[in-house]
């Protein structure tokens, strides 16, 4: 199984949530590609089987540049046939938009035709130990899910 995690991140929590889960995948056998979505362009999904998505959330759930590029991308694709999975970070204090940016690409990969594999994860600021446990969880989740 291939899996392509896509991340965006401004102050490198979201990196860091995707090192954990990139580290986490590979340990599971699957072949793992990482990239920042600046710097990737979305029909790259297409060479996988698991379709990742990571991202913050800024300015009230408006996504930033970057974030709004790669998802004007990824509209147009049809990834039917593929699964996937979001996560990120956010803040609480930012309450109704907290993790907006994650929720709104959960909706843009369903509606694109991709099966949803494990429930998002949200992540308070930077992974401390219990996220770090979500990530691990849900990691074995996809494995027991796909690899199987
Ligand atoms: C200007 C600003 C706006 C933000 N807006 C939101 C928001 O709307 N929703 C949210 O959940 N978090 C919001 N946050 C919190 C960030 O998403 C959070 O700090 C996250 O961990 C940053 O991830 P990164 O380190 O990968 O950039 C905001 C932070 C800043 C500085």
């Given at each position: 199984m291939k899996?392509?995690?896509?991340?965006?991140?401004?102050?490198g929590?979201d990196?860091?949530i995707?090192?954990?889960?990139e580290?986490?995948?590979?340990d599971?056998?699957?072949?793992?590609?990482?990239?920042?979505?600046e710097?990737?362009?979305?029909s790259?999904?297409?060479?996988s089987?698991?379709?990742?998505?990571?991202?913050?959330?800024?300015?009230?759930g408006k996504?930033?540049?970057?974030?709004?590029d790669f998802?004007e991308?990824?509209?147009?694709?049809?990834l039917s046939?593929?699964?996937?999975?979001v996560m990120g970070s956010g803040?609480?204090?930012?309450a109704?938009?907290?993790c907006?940016?994650?929720?709104?690409f959960?909706?843009?990969?369903?509606?694109i035709?991709a099966?949803?594999?494990?429930?998002?994860?949200?992540?308070?600021?930077?992974?401390?130990?219990?996220?770090?446990?979500k990530?691990?969880?849900?990691?074995k989740?996809?494995a027991?899910?796909l690899?199987d």
């Amino acid at each position: 199984m291939k899996a392509r995690i896509v991340y965006a991140s401004m102050t490198g929590n979201d990196a860091d949530i995707a090192d954990i889960l990139e580290e986490d995948l590979q340990d599971l056998g699957f072949a793992v590609e990482t990239s920042e979505a600046e710097f990737t362009d979305a029909s790259d999904y297409l060479n996988s089987d698991l379709c990742i998505f990571v991202t913050y959330t800024y300015g009230e759930g408006k996504m930033t540049d970057d974030v709004a590029d790669f998802y004007e991308q990824l509209k147009e694709l049809d990834l039917s046939g593929k699964y996937f999975a979001v996560m990120g970070s956010g803040d609480l204090i930012y309450a109704d938009h907290f993790c907006e940016n994650v929720f709104d690409f959960e909706k843009m990969f369903k509606k694109i035709g991709a099966t949803e594999v494990t429930k998002p994860v949200t992540i308070e600021n930077a992974p401390d130990d219990d996220a770090i446990a979500k990530i691990d969880k849900t990691a074995k989740e996809m494995a027991e899910k796909l690899n199987d």
